[in-house]
């Protein structure tokens, strides 16, 4: 059995870390000290069915819209969490939604905020503070937005970078990755950005379907979404167009997900490290 469900045990049983984990926290007036490192962490969120994993420095998110406005105060890393679509869905998808899709998207959702309540437990057991985002819970519908955006926080953790189509692309998946993050106070090693690798390609601009994505190639990241995208177009399709087939019942499409060479299996660079900014 893996780690995820049985923290304690297992490493205990493994004569792994959380015996030298509970060891190094020497508690001094009330205070805790805490020698979790990130790999420990990276370890136990891979155990957990975390595909990619990599930590962010906040302080590189300054200035970002959040909900509530302070909901980074008295955190300053945060977990970026990856989990794999299945080629053999995304391959299915032409030029909309599939029913498969569609229960492939709530079930993926559901293991992200499970794996995000799990690397909570981990980081309170370690005598952190967590605060997991939920996977895509909407909260402003008037202007499409939630608590914090999943992609600015894994471009941050050098997660992947973000691509044309608007989404955050894995040197290891492609954008074929759903997202999640969860808050800490751990002073933990952050990672670093990598380089934007879309380059002449616009595969998802021919693609989509509502002829939404402008082909803007950027350093980091957009000032706003609608310098890369014709917004309206997008959430058009999603929420009123693609709804009308049998079964869809969620906003999603897919199509710039399944083109996307980075995510296709015969040009995937598994190789290859990510370049570091
Ligand atoms: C609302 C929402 C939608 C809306 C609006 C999408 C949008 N482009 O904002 C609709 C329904 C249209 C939608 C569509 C899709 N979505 Co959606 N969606 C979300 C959700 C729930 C919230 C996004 C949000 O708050 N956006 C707000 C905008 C303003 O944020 P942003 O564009 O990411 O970043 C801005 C700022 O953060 C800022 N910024 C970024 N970095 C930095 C750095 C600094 C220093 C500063 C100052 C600012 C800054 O600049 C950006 C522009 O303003 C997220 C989950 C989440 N919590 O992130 C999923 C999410 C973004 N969706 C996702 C996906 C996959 C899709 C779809 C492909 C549908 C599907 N599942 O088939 C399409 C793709 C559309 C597209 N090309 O963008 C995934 C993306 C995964 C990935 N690999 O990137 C997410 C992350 C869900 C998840 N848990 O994985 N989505
Ligand atoms: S989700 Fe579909 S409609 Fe929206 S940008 Fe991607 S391909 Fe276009
Ligand atoms: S399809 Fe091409 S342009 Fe679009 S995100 Fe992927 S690599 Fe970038």
Not at 92 to 110: G, S
Request: with cysteine; proline share 6%; glycine share 6%.
């Amino acid at each position: 059995m893996s780690a995820c469900g049985t923290i304690r045990s297992h490493y205990i049983g493994t004569g792994n870390n959380f015996n030298k984990l509970y060891a190094t926290f020497g508690e001094h007036e009330g205070h805790v000290d805490i020698q979790v490192t990130s790999e420990e962490l990276k370890r136990f969120a891979e155990q957990c069915g975390a595909d990619l994993v990599r930590v962010a420095d906040l302080a590189l998110l300054e200035g970002i819209d959040t909900a509530p406005p302070d909901l980074f105060e008295g955190f300053a890393r945060a977990v970026s969490m990856a989990v794999r679509l299945a080629d053999g869905v995304m391959d299915q998808i032409v030029d909309r939604p599939t029913p498969l899709y569609q229960q492939h998207y709530l079930k993926v959702n559901a293991v992200l905020d499970d794996l995000a309540v799990r690397v909570s437990q981990f980081i309170q057991k370690a005598g952190g503070k967590a605060l997991p985002i939920p996977a895509s819970q909407l909260l402003n519908k008037a202007r499409w937005t939630s608590y914090v955006s999943h992609k600015a926080v894994a471009v941050a953790a050098g997660l992947g970078w973000q691509g044309k189509s608007l989404l955050v692309v894995s040197p290891k998946h492609g954008p074929r990755v759903r997202l999640v993050t969860v808050l800490t106070d751990l002073p933990l090693d952050a990672d670093a950005p990598i380089k934007n690798r879309c380059g002449k390609c616009s595969s998802c601009a021919d693609a989509c379907p509502a002829q939404a994505i402008k082909n803007v190639n950027t350093y980091r990241h957009y000032s706003s979404r609608e310098e890369a995208l014709h917004f309206e177009r997008c959430v058009e399709k999603v929420t009123t167009e693609f709804p009308k087939i049998p079964f869809i019942d969620s906003p999603i499409c897919g199509v710039c997900i399944a083109v996307c060479p980075w995510g296709k299996k015969r040009v995937r660079r598994d190789s290859e490290e990510p370049e570091e900014l």
